[in-house]
């Protein structure tokens, strides 16, 4: 998913709703034992999937940095033999639609099932599945290429190198990576987004230790560009590309 709470939104406490059905209870059930960072996230997202996928629909088309980005990363993934490419956090599919019309073979995969719901109905003819990046349902270097546009920013840092790890598990040798992220060493409570109270944590993270988490988990870093904010934006924007090797 992208980032929950870009560069604006207020913030207020969030109430957790009822449970409202057998199956949402049994759902809720399962999951006390997961770490309460996936849950809110979860929860977070379920609520504002269909806002969220509204207001961010057109971004990419004003956003000629990313698309640059995105098209790099592109290229380097055919260059280093291609393959299957999946968008890990890819929300209502808007990253995962635009890597399919650069001639990727692409999937978007995301925690939230709302997230999910909306993405296939926008892109009926698209792959999506329901999956989380700390255990993908994905055999070793099973992919050509790996996209994490915003989705590592509600994951506490210290828990960063077992993504970085499943992610280096996943790409076959030669799989490039590109993360989206925002640059600085903060935690943000996000407690209101796109018009509904929520509860999530969104961390602002240093360029320089995602990196050197990634060479900790085998994968190198090839390129870094750091954006200024500008407009709403409140923190300087980061784009890795990277490969294993």
């Known amino acids: 998913m992208s980032v929950l709470l870009g560069s604006h939104g207020s913030f207020r406490l969030a109430k957790h709703p009822a449970a409202r059905t057998a199956t949402e209870l049994l759902g809720r059930v399962l999951r006390v034992s997961e770490p309460i960072y996936i849950t809110e996230t979860r929860t977070a997202y379920g609520i504002v999937a269909v806002d969220y996928a509204e207001t961010l629909k057109d971004h990419l088309a004003a956003a000629p940095l990313e698309r640059a980005l995105l098209g ?29 019309s650069l001639g990727l073979d692409v999937t978007g995969i995301d925690l939230t099932p709302e997230m999910i719901a909306v993405a296939r109905e926008a892109y009926p003819g698209l792959a999506f599945q329901v999956g989380t990046m700390t255990d993908l ?4 270097g099973a992919l050509g290429g790996l996209v994490a546009w915003y989705s590592i920013i509600h994951t506490p840092p ?10 280096a598990r996943v790409l076959a040798p030669g799989g490039q990576l590109i993360l989206a992220f925002q640059a600085g060493d903060e935690v943000v409570r996000v407690e209101q987004a796109y018009g509904h109270e929520v509860a999530a944590d969104a961390y602002r993270l240093e360029p320089d230790r995602i990196a050197e988490l990634l060479a900790d988990a085998g994968i190198v870093l090839g390129t870094r560009v750091v954006k200024e904010r500008e407009g709403q ?3 300087p924007q980061a784009y890795l590309l990277a490969h294993k090797p």
Do not use: H, N, S
Not at 88 to 94: A, D, E, L, S, W
Not at 137 to 140: A, I, R, S, T
Not at 158 to 167: N, T
């Open 233 to 235: 934006e409140k923190t």
């Open 72 to 100: 790099t990363f592109a290229e380097l993934v055919r260059a280093g033999g291609g393959g299957p490419v999946a968008d890990v956090g890819c929300g209502p599919g808007r990253i995962t639609t635009y890597l399919d």
């Open 158 to 167: 210290e828990l960063l190198p077992v993504v970085f790890a499943e992610f």
């Open 137 to 140: 349902d994905l055999k070793d």
